[in-house]
């Protein structure tokens, strides 16, 4: 005996297999979304590893003129030594009194040469102002390694991170970012 079988029991099937053609779908496409989402976060981590190993290099210019303005104080003691000779060569006159005669004056010359040698100390306190505009101009090269700075312990913390996300949604492990030595 076979019985003959409704359309609700068709349709029951259709509905069936229609929906298992969805959820199908449905997981394939969720697969999909998973592996773009590795790759992703693979990618990602591998930049961030490249982050770490680079150094940031940049050279800025200066070109200022610094005002200057200062006092400066100055307290010393200076000894000058003196060596010289002094020549001496000039008439005196020199009054005498002569008996019988009276006062007379005499005109008599004098030519010798003196020597002075000696060391004297002057005491030198003063303040001298100085005013001036310095021209500055250099170029200071700054460069700075990722890995010395405090930011790298945050990339490796991120990087980790998404390397292992990565590897739980399926994506092949990836070796660490070896951090390069300048």
Avoid: C
């Avoid at 069936?16 to 496409?29: D, T």
């Avoid at 990602?44 to 680079?54: E, N, V």
């Avoid at 306190?125 to 312990?153: C, F, G, H, M, W």
């Amino acid at each position: 005996m076979q019985t003959s079988r409704t359309w609700n029991y068709w349709a029951l099937w259709a509905v069936a297999l229609v929906s298992l053609a969805l959820n199908v779908g449905l997981i394939a496409g969720l697969l999909n979304v998973r592996r773009q989402a590795a790759e992703t976060a693979q990618t990602i981590a591998m930049s961030l590893g490249r982050l770490r190993a680079s150094t940031l290099t940049y050279t800025v210019q200066v070109n200022e003129t610094v005002p200057v303005q200062v006092a400066v104080p100055i307290n010393e003691r200076l000894t000058v030594p003196i060596d010289t000779q002094l020549p001496i060569d000039t008439f005196v006159d020199v009054p005498i009194e002569v008996p019988f005669i009276g006062s007379r004056t005499l005109s008599l010359p004098v030519k010798t040469v003196i020597p002075v040698k000696f060391e004297t100390t002057f005491p030198i306190k003063l303040t001298v102002p100085i005013s001036a505009s310095v021209p500055v101009e250099l170029d200071v090269p700054i460069r700075i390694v990722v890995a010395d700075t405090p930011l790298n312990a945050s990339l490796a913390e991120a990087e980790a991170y998404l390397k292992k996300f990565a590897t739980d949604l399926g994506a092949p492990a990836l070796t660490p970012t070896p951090l390069l030595d300048d």
